[in-house]
């Protein structure tokens, strides 16, 4: 089981590209070409959690890549993010003062 793949790093090093996700549209574009895709000539952050859904799909990611991005979760009756979303309660053993 692999723990992290190659399409996955670049497509961390295009969401590092914070400041102007411009800058990172060739990270993507290198994945694309790997696959077979046509390239981008821009990226957004809906094109780059479009790239997230098709590398990731159905490995348990993509929630961590919503959390990180603080963006609603593509389905049909779309949650507002928030931290009854993202956040995990903690036990009551974690809570509790003995």
Partial sequence: IPLLRLGEMYLIAA??????LA???SYINTLRKNR??????????????YEYIREVYGEGQLFFMYK???SSIIRSNNPAPSNAVFVVP??????ENR
């Fill in 15 to 20: 969401e590092s590209q914070s400041n102007s």
């Fill in 68 to 70: 990180r991005m603080y």
């Fill in 23 to 25: 800058n990172g549209v």
């Fill in 90 to 95: 903690l036990p009551d053993t974690e809570t």
């Fill in 36 to 49: 077979g895709v046509s390239n981008l000539q821009t990226l957004t952050t809906t094109l780059l959690q």
